[in-house]
């Protein structure tokens, strides 16, 4: 037997729930900025289908941990091929004069602007989310400690209400008198 460290690989807790939570938030933006923009969504088939091709990237990105750095560049990813698999499943039609002199007639400002601002949102609700998952695990770890009170022994014997509102005389000498109340 040594005392060498052994290094276990261990898959990133609940992949498959993580991943359909990003394939619901990506999806969502996705279809969003694109009615926004302008451009046409396919029908609930074709979005099936390209849900389980993005559910299936989320599996695979999220078997393990995925570092902060690489999380813009794969929703970015995620939003070009949305957009481009709207285009092949839903039916684009691009008509007049501008959809023939222009490269990719589905990149418009405001397509190109919808889809960015959604791949930051995404970004930081999934940021968000990440840090609030991890102050959940650490309170769920490390609860606080049970703070407990010590209960005071119950007293065998009756106190008479005192007043010391109200004096019988007034006194010439020590404490004031009061009125004892039954």
Known sequence: MSAEPRVEH???PHAL??????TVVV???AVSA????????PTA???VLIAAVVLGGGVL???RDVPARLLLPAVAAAQLGLHESFGLVADHVHTGHEAMTSPDPGWTWQMVAAHLFVTVLTAVLWWAG?????????????PAPLVVRRLRAPHDEVRPCVSLVHLLVSPRRGPPLAVRHA
């Open 27 to 29: 999806l969502t933006g």
């Open 10 to 12: 261990v898959r990133a």
């Open 45 to 47: 088939p074709g979005l």
């Open 34 to 41: 694109h009615t926004w923009a302008g451009g046409t969504v």
């Open 17 to 22: 729930a993580r991943a359909l939570a990003a």
């Open 130 to 142: 990440r840090r609030a998952a991890g102050l959940v695990v650490s309170l769920v770890e490390h």
């Open 61 to 63: 990105l999220f078997t």
